[in-house]
């Protein structure tokens, strides 16, 4: 296997278990009715505002702190999460993937696209906490070392978008747009290339898979003597595993810089990283995984940006609206759906972020006096690409909530559904 694709199976791996996590939570959130009635009294004013168009709340339309909203912009935020809660609910992977491009192609600051991101990240988490069993499974001493690493590596990514953005807010722009492009475009290419290779081969199975276990870089990790070695799953293991202490740190800090300057928690990657490369068991990777997502978006979104005024709650709220009814619809979807549809949306969607993104790069490099383009030109890709993006993303929603309506009779009556890939490991 090439390197390119073990890092698409790797990267694919760790958004399909930042989907379940995601689903999880927000079924959690779902089912209470203390927890629903708290985001819907915390809506209320931010609606009755937003309606009169009110802006000079706490500061003003220029002001760090975006307290100036309108209802369009609440509106499309609630409809970015649904978009996004569709893609993770329907896909089973991806979706986190294009909440900040979406907010930056609807006209959000970068900085504050992830900002927003992590906190309404940070939220989900600690509503959803009724996924706490599961934590009994934590390897205390890799949780601190990971964690230990995480918070260093949100400091350094939160350090280095608030740098570029006070150098030059275009900076910014440009540096999470190249980050985003890069990321989308490998994982779109390899996507694509998996859903054409499944079409012809008749595979119809599963949008996505994968194999845990130890690697033979999990062999050599654990191998690695440096002090100090942590031992880990004893419960799995007679006499348990052992790793150093310094590789999960130095796995928290990519973990940590990734969430802080992307604004995705940290957590699709958590997974891959643990089973793959330190070799630790799911049961185990599970939990940690959850805890691991609390701490790194919370200490990012507060530490790193909503102290600097970085956040836009309002926003964050409505996403959170909106990925709660999307994930929903999607997950009950899938069960009339064919897998080989799922798949060549999850790569078509991934494509539209990356081109969305790829798309903004050239107008911010010529603002920048890095290349000579002219402006009509610039201006015209930026555009092809935002057109691209929302068409493709609102093609794919109406497509799933059509698949719904149409197959409500079949769908109703059934107490609890669980997307086919998003199945939940037996703790």
């Known amino acids: 296997m090439s390197t390119g694709r073990r890092v698409f199976e790797f990267l694919k791996m760790a958004s399909i278990q930042h989907a379940k996590w995601d689903y999880e939570v927000s079924m ?14 915390s809506l209320l004013p931010i609606i009755a505002v937003s ?32 978009c996004a809660g569709l893609i993770t609910g329907c896909i089973g992977a991806g979706g986190g993937f294009i909440i900040t491009p979406a907010l930056m192609a609807a ?47 949100t400091f350094i990514g939160g350090y280095i978008n608030k740098t570029l953005y006070d150098k030059d807010p275009l900076l910014s722009e440009a540096f999470i747009s190249l980050v985003y492009a890069v990321l989308l475009g490998f994982l779109g290419v390899y996507a694509l290339i998996d859903f054409v290779k499944s079409s012809r081969s008749g595979d119809a199975g599963d949008a996505h898979g994968g194999s845990s276990g130890m690697t033979e870089l999990s062999l050599k990790v654990q191998s690695f003597k440096m002090p100090p070695r942590i031992t880990f799953d004893e419960d799995y293991v007679p006499g348990g595993r052992k790793i150093s202490g310094v590789i999960v740190a130095m796995g928290g800090v990519v973990v940590g810089l990734l969430a802080a300057i992307m604004g995705v928690g940290g957590g699709f990657v958590t997974f891959p990283m643990f089973v793959y490369v330190f070799g630790v068991s799911s049961m185990t990777t599970v939990g940690t ?49 064919k897998g080989i549809h799922i798949r060549g949306f999850y790569a078509v969607s991934i494509l539209a972020g990356f081109i969305n993104r790829a798309a903004t790069l050239p107008k911010k490099l010529v603002e920048l006096e890095v290349i000579n383009m002219s402006t009509d030109v610039v201006k015209t890709i930026e555009s092809a690409g935002n057109v691209i993006f929302w068409v493709v993303v609102s093609i794919f929603a109406a497509w799933v909530i059509g698949k719904f309506i149409v197959n409500i009779g079949k769908l109703r009556g059934e107490d609890e559904q669980v997307s086919p890939v998003l199945v939940k490991e037996e703790a």
């Open 51 to 82: 309606l009169l168009e009110a802006g000079d709340i706490i500061g003003s339309k220029t002001a760090y702190a975006p307290a100036f909203y309108s209802t369009n912009i609440f509106l499309v935020s609630i409809a970015i999460g649904l």
């Open 289 to 337: 995984d959850i805890l691991q997502i609390i701490f790194t978006a919370g200490l990012a979104a507060v530490s790193q940006y909503a102290i600097y005024g970085y956040v836009f709650y309002t926003l964050a709220m409505g996403m959170l609206l909106g990925s709660l009814i999307g994930i929903q619809v999607g997950a009950l979807t899938t069960k009339v759906v």
């Open 28 to 41: 959690s959130i779902l089912k209470n009715r203390r927890k629903m009635l708290i985001i819907l009294a």
């Open 107 to 153: 006209g959000v600051k970068g900085i504050l696209a992830v900002g927003t991101d992590l906190f309404h990240i940070f939220a989900k988490a600690i509503m959803g906490t009724a996924v706490h069993k599961k934590l009994g499974n934590v390897s205390v001493k890799l949780a601190i070392a990971f964690l230990v690493g995480s918070a260093g590596g």
